[in-house]
């Protein structure tokens, strides 16, 4: 057992960057120093503007345009590729209701996310934010 790196330039802090696509021939496992994987800090940037909202990574808390509800029709993943995983949750106070079947969301139906315990999982195919799970704990 061992490991063969090649071309692999470290980080000061022993961490690797990697530029393009990482292509693996057997098991991947990914885990941080603490041996969890992770989805990278929450986007609390991410509001409600006229039915869609702008995400730039894959956890995302969604905020509402104006008001503690609001409809979302349309998710725009900056810089999503087909297969990339979206974790939503909504913002603290608000009720944000993803929509089945408008814009660009192909859910199980109509989500509606109230606790910040509540999750939507999706899944970019290229044209589409695609459910793969739910979770409303509220």
Do not use: H, P
């Not at 139906?109 to 509540?118: P, S, Y």
């Amino acid at each position: 057992n061992g490991a063969l790196q090649v071309g692999l330039d470290l980080n000061a802090d022993l961490s690797a960057t990697f530029a393009g696509d990482v292509s693996v021939g057997g098991d991947l496992r990914l885990a941080n120093s603490s041996g969890w994987f992770g989805y990278g800090a929450l986007d609390t940037g991410a509001t409600l503007s006229s039915g869609s909202v702008t995400v730039t990574g894959s956890y995302a808390e969604i905020g509402s345009e104006s008001g503690a509800t609001d409809d979302c029709v349309t998710i725009t993943g900056t810089g999503a590729s087909e297969g990339d995983i979206l974790i939503c949750v909504a913002d603290s106070g608000d009720t944000i209701t993803f929509k089945d079947g408008t814009g660009n969301l192909a859910l199980a139906g109509d989500c509606a996310l109230a606790a910040v315990t509540d999750r939507l999982v999706l899944q970019w195919n290229g044209a589409n934010w695609c459910e793969i799970s739910r979770s409303i704990n509220s």
